[in-house]
């Protein structure tokens, strides 16, 4: 292929109960994350073949058409080897290395723990409201892990919406930007109790053995019935081994949450791996007021929980287990160091669970992924049902809703030959179009969201103007 296109790995993201009693995993339920049943599979390819519903309502497929491609026939130093240490801008990925998503629809993903969004929302008090939001920032990340395969790079004017009755939103996105390559997204409550929006534009660098992604564009939740407003950032995010060796993805860096109407704020440490993997997944803070006072401490792992208590309880336990690290380190400096000039970076070994500290409540719990997970990109049981084209559905969606791409369909499907060729055909139609708005000395339009400022930070980002649910998609363009 010699077209420019933008690399988009599979690590910018934007995947309970409790000991308390407060939030049991059957209040979960009510408030609308599915468990289905993944013993039976519902391929698209079926048309006019419907699960039945439950109670109104619409359960959704449980398994992919056909299982993940194998990429062990491929190399990707050939392409990358040229890159060490540039921006992956313009690099274009053989297909085997994505997964049958589009940008967009990882995005989405941010919604699967959109239960912790109203249980805020509910909450009279604004510092449980600030644990629920932390909970929610930190479950956005959380479906990542695992997931190794980069999604479909969105072509521009690309859209994808999603409602859900049954977890209470709907959601749209738009590519609104290709150079950069910029995502900006919208959802609402359905009943009318938060809006959540933003404008995503990673910066992605290869550094020899892994890639990194640093995060731009703010992200921000809105309580209705509270009058707040909640902004932050993601974190920074690394797939290590992409030339050999087994892929493996940590998170790290400072999350920042912050509640514009009362001052408080929530600061998120997103460990990184460390010596031997003791910190691997890790996630600490802490809620503060609006004078620093510290209310409430954070601590748990990004692919599995999160936990809280007062600070007088957490500053104990930590006090009582440095001691025991002290001991511990005396053992460990008789330890040989790993050697700088390792092939690949050791798939360090995690704990299986968070110690939790006496005390403690729960703030999230991770959903168990379906038992076929492996076979189907990492995908989480909500992941699997992104691209499902009902029957029908053709007839009600934007022509540039991102279900009706070819090339993602195909791979979904198992014809990697099919996609290849659909991929290329896209990237080339987009690249003639360019060239056309080049001649006619003509700029891009955008149809659902245009460029402005965020209304509590100030810095740029991307506003939905409405409409897009009135669903007349007359002026939409023809990218596939």
């Known amino acids: ?62 398994s992919l058409p056909a299982p993940m491609f194998t990429r062990s026939d491929f190399s990707v130093w050939s392409i990358l080897k040229k890159c060490i240490g540039l921006e992956l801008s313009k690099i274009t990925m053989p297909i085997a290395f994505n997964e049958p998503l589009s940008f967009l629809q990882r995005i989405t993903e941010y919604m699967e723990h959109v239960y912790l969004v109203h249980k805020a929302s509910c909450q009279p008090q604004p510092l449980e409201r600030m644990q629920s939001v932390a909970a929610f920032a930190v479950s956005a990340v959380a479906s990542q892990w695992e997931r190794t395969g980069k999604p479909f790079n969105p072509l521009l004017g690309e859209t994808y919406e999603l409602t859900r009755e049954d ?11 290709h150079h950069p390559p910029i995502s900006a997204f919208y959802s609402e409550g359905l009943h009318q109790d938060f809006l959540f929006h933003g404008s995503i534009y990673p910066k992605l660098k290869f ?11 703010t992200i921000t939740l809105e309580l209705l019935k509270h009058n707040e407003a909640y902004t932050w950032t993601n974190p920074t995010c690394c797939v290590h081994n992409v030339i050999i060796g087994k892929l493996w993805i940590e998170q790290y860096g400072t999350v920042e949450i912050v509640n514009h109407r009362t001052g408080d704020k929530c600061v998120l440490h997103f460990k990184p791996c460390g010596l031997f993997g003791k910190e691997l997944h890790k996630v600490e803070g802490y809620i503060q007021d609006k004078n620093k006072k510290k209310l409430f401490m954070i601590y748990g792992k990004w692919t599995e929980c999160l936990w809280g208590l007062d600070p007088a309880a957490y500053e104990s336990f930590k006090k009582q287990e440095r001691r025991t690290d002290t001991l511990r380190k005396t053992k460990l400096d008789d330890c040989p160091e790993k050697a700088d000039g390792d092939v690949v970076d050791a798939v360090p070994e995690a704990q299986e669970t968070v110690q939790v500290i006496p005390g403690s409540k729960l703030l999230w719990r991770v959903n168990t992924r379906p038992p076929n997970s492996a076979q189907m990109y990492n995908f989480t049981s909500f992941t699997v049902s992104l691209n499902e084209l009902e029957t029908g559905m053709e007839k009600i969606l934007a022509p540039t809703d991102c279900r009706l791409r070819p090339d993602i369909r195909g791979m979904e499907n198992g014809n990697m030959d099919l996609a290849s060729q659909e991929k290329e055909r896209l990237e080339e139609k987009q690249r003639e179009a360019r060239r056309e708005r080049a001649r006619e000395e003509a700029e891009w339009q955008t149809r659902w969201f245009h460029r402005g400022s965020n209304p509590y930070t100030g810095t740029p980002d991307w506003l939905y103007v409405g409409g897009y649910f009135e669903r007349d998609f007359s002026g939409c363009p023809d990218i596939y």
């Open 167 to 177: 977890l209470g939103f709907r959601f749209i996105s738009e590519q609104v930007s």
């Open 1 to 62: 292929m010699n077209g420019e296109e933008e690399f988009f790995d599979a690590i910018t993201g934007f995947d309970s109960d409790n000991s308390s009693g407060e939030f049991s995993e059957a209040n979960q339920r009510v408030t609308g994350v599915i468990h289905v049943d993944t013993s039976k599979s519902n391929g698209i390819g079926k048309v006019g073949e419907r699960p039945p519903q439950e109670n109104g309502i619409q359960n959704h497929r449980t």
């Open 207 to 217: 550094w020899g053995k892994s890639v990194e992604a640093e995060p731009r564009g």
